[in-house]
């Protein structure tokens, strides 16, 4: 099993940024690619963007197109998701995934998960 383990989430008014972070180890930050995916309730998970080893990034879902960035930080070993202009429709928990490179076709694709960090969009 891999370390991956999410952190910053919490409430945010809409309109409102979050950071995520998924804090790893230094093997699965250079043996795996690493993205997000979120599951709201009531709905299935569905995959965000993932974060190629060449530095590309493959994002899976039009709707957080210009809003949600991922990148690294490997000193940290930590991979961001950056929110912006949050809506209320981005009310989930979102997870931090990884599987062996390249990055899958599909937000389904990812072989390792973590618990996952509760973001909520409300006023």
């Known amino acids: 099993q891999l370390q991956l383990e999410e952190s910053g989430g919490g409430l945010v008014q809409p309109g409102g940024s979050l950071r995520l972070s998924c804090l790893t180890s230094?093997?699965?930050?250079?043996?795996?690619?690493i993205g997000w995916s979120r599951q709201a309730p009531g709905k299935e998970r569905e995959g965000l963007s993932c974060?190629?080893?060449?530095?590309?990034?493959?994002n899976y879902l039009d709707s957080v197109k210009g809003r949600f960035t991922i990148s690294r930080d490997n000193a940290k070993n930590t991979v961001y998701l950056q929110m912006n202009s949050l809506e209320p429709e981005d009310t989930a928990v979102y997870f931090c995934?990884?599987?062996?490179?390249?990055?899958?076709?599909w937000g389904s694709g990812f072989a390792f998960w973590g618990r996952g960090a509760q973001v909520t969009v409300s006023s």
């Open positions: 995934a990884a599987v062996h490179p390249p990055c899958p076709n």
């Open positions: 230094k093997f699965t930050m250079d043996y795996y690619v």
């Open positions: 974060l190629n080893t060449n530095g590309d990034i493959t």
